[in-house]
């Protein structure tokens, strides 16, 4: 069998195959209300139906103030959960996992309301500027975290991604071009590191599932964190007990990106071997021989498809034509699956 399609566990969960959807922003909650909407449910579900091992939802916020924009999704309140809990029963119908992203988008956040970040400079000349996070506003939001995950628990989620990439929040303070602290959460990587441990920390006092960490591996940009920062920042991701680690890059200043096939894949090999721990691998990985190659060759554990799962819900049926691959159909498509 092939390595995309053999099953893969983490903490006691087992996907079936290794294809995981990508988090990816729909923004569709038009009631901005963070709720969901028969659009997400088919959305989502119909990845499920496509064959996805694991279905992400985009990145969904633990407060209303962290949402990139008004009409994301939310998990800030208790009356979020029964929509999450819905959607969760239609994916698990068709024997896929769920995961949520738990996120706060710190200073890129495109409200009406005020925005938070570990130091009050904004993205670009078109961002508001951020508010300066106190030591209160921080704890606050690391309990935003620990709430967020309690609810995810009650909606049955198989796995917690917490969102530290893409120069959102949690990367802010990672990142020594956006964190100019001079207190115990800035200056050195160790403590630019520390608001995401006690996010870590505070997520695993409720939540004792699968745990992944979406990290930017490369900031683009001179002065920002390197590789031997990302590696250090995965070695201490894994003291803590992360499963995995989601390795994209980008985002957290402005940056002249020139994307290309498997165009992140080398960190993300890097981090696997030199942190050793589990990564997956996203960014323009559109075929299954492509898939195929990261993973036999240990590049990664999982790979993570979006744009390809936009156009194509069913992409990992096409991927098994691809690789000569069985893949078992929804009994409701056995007629067309051959």
Same mark, same amino acid.
């Given at each position: 069998?092939?390595? !995309?399609?053999?099953?893969? $566990?983490?903490?006691? &969960?087992?996907?079936?195959?290794?294809?995981?959807?990508?988090?990816?922003?729909?923004?569709?909650?038009?009631?901005?209300?963070?709720?969901?909407?028969?659009?997400?449910?088919?959305?989502? #579900?119909? @990845?499920? /139906?496509?064959?996805?091992?694991?279905?992400?939802?985009?990145? #969904?916020?633990?407060?209303?103030?962290? @949402?990139?924009?008004?009409?994301?999704?939310?998990?800030?309140?208790?009356?979020? =959960?029964?929509?999450?809990?819905?959607?969760?029963?239609? %994916?698990?119908?068709?024997?896929?996992?769920?995961?949520?992203?738990?996120?706060?988008?710190?200073?890129?956040?495109?409200?009406?309301?005020?925005?938070?970040?570990?130091?009050?400079?904004?993205?670009?000349?078109?961002?508001?500027?951020?508010?300066?996070?106190?030591?209160?506003?921080?704890?606050?939001?690391? $309990?935003?975290?620990?709430? *967020?995950?309690?609810?995810?628990?009650?909606? *049955?989620?198989?796995?917690?991604?917490?969102?530290?990439?893409?120069?959102?929040? %949690?990367?802010?303070?990672?990142?020594?071009?956006?964190?100019?602290?001079?207190?115990?959460?800035?200056?050195?990587?160790?403590? @630019?590191? @520390?608001?995401?441990?006690?996010?870590?920390?505070?997520?695993? #006092?409720?939540?004792?599932?699968?745990?992944? /960490?979406? %990290?930017?591996?490369?900031?683009?940009?001179?002065?920002?964190?390197?590789?031997?920062?990302?590696?250090?920042?995965?070695?201490?991701?894994?003291?803590?007990?992360?499963?995995?680690?989601?390795?994209?890059?980008?985002?957290? &200043?402005?940056?002249? =990106?020139?994307?290309?096939?498997?165009?992140?894949?080398?960190?993300?090999?890097? %981090?696997?071997?030199?942190?050793?721990?589990?990564?997956?691998? &996203?960014?323009?990985?559109? #075929?299954?021989?492509?898939?195929? $190659? =990261? !993973?036999?060759?240990?590049?990664?554990?999982?790979? /993570?498809?979006?744009?390809? !799962?936009?156009?194509?819900?069913?992409?990992?049926?096409?991927?098994?034509?691809?690789?000569?691959?069985? !893949?078992?159909?929804?009994?409701?498509?056995?007629?067309?699956?051959?």
């Amino acid at each position: 069998m092939t390595k !995309l399609f053999t099953p893969i $566990e983490f903490n006691n &969960v087992a996907l079936k195959n290794r294809i995981v959807m990508s988090p990816m922003c729909m923004y569709s909650c038009m009631e901005q209300d963070g709720k969901i909407t028969p659009f997400h449910e088919t959305h989502y #579900t119909s @990845r499920a /139906v496509g064959q996805v091992g694991l279905v992400m939802t985009e990145a #969904t916020a633990v407060v209303p103030e962290g @949402r990139i924009s008004h009409e994301d999704l939310g998990i800030w309140d208790d009356e979020h =959960i029964d929509g999450l809990k819905k959607l969760n029963e239609r %994916i698990h119908n068709y024997g896929a996992k769920t995961g949520i992203q738990l996120a706060h988008a710190g200073r890129k956040a495109q409200l009406d309301s005020t925005i938070y970040a570990p130091s009050a400079f904004a993205f670009n000349e078109k961002s508001k500027t951020p508010t300066a996070m106190t030591a209160a506003d921080i704890d606050q939001t690391i $309990e935003a975290f620990k709430d *967020g995950a309690k609810r995810a628990k009650e909606a *049955g989620f198989d796995i917690i991604e917490i969102h530290g990439a893409h120069g959102y929040l %949690i990367n802010q303070f990672l990142s020594p071009l956006t964190n100019k602290r001079a207190d115990d959460y800035g200056g050195s990587k160790e403590n @630019r590191y @520390r608001f995401l441990s006690q996010v870590i920390d505070a997520v695993q #006092t409720i939540w004792d599932g699968p745990l992944f /960490v979406r %990290i930017s591996t490369n900031e683009y940009a001179e002065g920002g964190n390197t590789l031997d920062d990302m590696l250090y920042f995965s070695g201490q991701m894994k003291q803590q007990g992360i499963d995995l680690i989601d390795c994209s890059s980008g985002g957290v &200043v402005p940056a002249s =990106i020139k994307p290309y096939p498997g165009y992140q894949v080398k960190r993300c090999e890097t %981090i696997k071997q030199e942190a050793s721990i589990a990564t997956a691998a &996203v960014g323009l990985i559109t #075929t299954g021989i492509q898939a195929e $190659e =990261i !993973l036999q060759n240990d590049r990664a554990d999982l790979v /993570v498809i979006g744009r390809a !799962l936009l156009r194509n819900p069913y992409w990992p049926k096409a991927a098994a034509d691809e690789l000569n691959e069985t !893949l078992p159909a929804p009994k409701q498509y056995e007629r067309g699956w051959k």
